[in-house]
């Protein structure tokens, strides 16, 4: 199985920027791609940005330009998430998920909240 654990999430006022990462552990291989995705209060869940394993990249279109996402290369276990230009509308629980061939992972979220 895999695990992964996300930080980096707090408060921030409009206009600031936050970073967020998402670390593997356990047996990650066979990856097909990973991605952020949030919500909001009374909200669905929804993706934010995904990468393939190829390194492809695409954006919701709100967060384009403001957000990157990232991860490392070298070993493929760290995703990164920096957030530029906050809104108070980018206010959600943010998680991380890897598509593996054994499976579809989950981590457990953290807040970003965007307030003055």
């Known amino acids: 199985q895999v695990q992964l654990v996300e930080s980096g999430g707090g408060l921030v006022q409009p206009g600031g920027s936050l970073g967020l990462s998402c670390a593997a552990s356990?047996?990650?291989?066979?990856?097909?791609?990973w991605a952020w995705y949030r919500q909001a209060p009374e909200n669905v869940r929804e993706w934010v940005a995904k990468?393939?394993?190829?390194?492809?990249?695409?954006y919701r279109d709100s967060v384009k330009g403001r957000f990157t996402i990232s991860r490392d290369n070298a070993k493929n276990t760290v995703l990164y998430l920096q957030m530029n230009s906050l809104k108070p509308e980018d206010t959600a629980v943010y998680y991380c998920?890897?598509?593996?061939?054994?499976?579809?992972?989950w981590g457990q979220g953290t807040q970003v909240t965007v307030s003055s």
């Open positions: 356990g047996r990650t291989d066979s990856i097909y791609g």
């Open positions: 990468i393939n394993n190829e390194g492809n990249i695409v």
């Open positions: 998920n890897l598509v593996q061939a054994s499976g579809n992972f």
